[in-house]
Every structure is written in C-alpha cells, then in structure tokens.
C-alpha cells in the first residue's frame, strides 16, 4: 500500500505562482511514477505532469512551459510549480502515485486563481 498526501493549494491572483506538493509513504519502492492530475467543476480529472522514477516527464499541452514537476527522491516527494496562473487553472488538484498493481489518490488540495 502507498499513501500520498498533497498540500500547498491556495487562492492566487492571475499571473501569479504556487507549489504543490505530494509527500508518499508506505511501500513507495513499488511506485512507478507520480502525476498531478486535476478536476474543476462539471468536468473529468485529466492529467496536469507525471514525472516517471527514472526522471522522465510529460505534461498536458494546456500547461507546458507554466507548470514543472519535479522529485526529491531522499524525501519521497513531488513537486509541481505552477507559474503564470490563469483563471482556467482552478481546480481541485490529486496527486496519484502508480505502481505495478494499481495507482494510489490522494485526497486532493484546492487550488483557486482569481481573474
């Protein structure tokens, strides 16, 4: 079993940046790769950044060059900066961390940016 736990959402204002983070615990030598994924209002949770253990990245088109994701291995943690905000960008952020039975959710942090 892997555990995630996210944290740092916020209320921003347009333009402006926050860092997400997602803390893993449990049987982490068992995940693959960790993703932010995001959901607003009336729409389907879609991916935002994966990062894969060997340091491999993607993310959605409608967030690159703005958002980075990043790890630091020693702390069993993932990261996203989000930069340059935009009204679109509100969502409820998850964090999920993949492993060769099946990915692991947390419970999500909000994240709100005003026009």
């Known amino acids: 079993q892997v555990q995630v736990v996210e944290s740092g959402g916020g209320l921003v204002q347009a333009g402006g940046s926050l860092r997400l983070s997602c803390a893993a615990s449990g049987s982490i030598f068992s995940i693959n790769a960790m993703g932010w994924y995001r959901q607003a209002p009336g729409k389907h949770r879609g991916l935002v950044a994966r990062?894969?253990?060997?340091?491999?990245?993607n993310y959605a088109s409608s967030v690159k060059g703005r958002f980075t994701i990043s790890r630091d291995n020693a702390k069993n943690t993932v990261y996203l900066q989000m930069n340059s905000l935009k009204p679109e960008d509100t969502a409820v952020y998850y964090c999920n961390a993949e492993t060769i039975i099946g990915g692991y959710w947390g419970q999500g942090t909000q994240v709100t940016v005003s026009s």
């Open positions: 990062i894969t253990t060997g340091g491999s990245s």
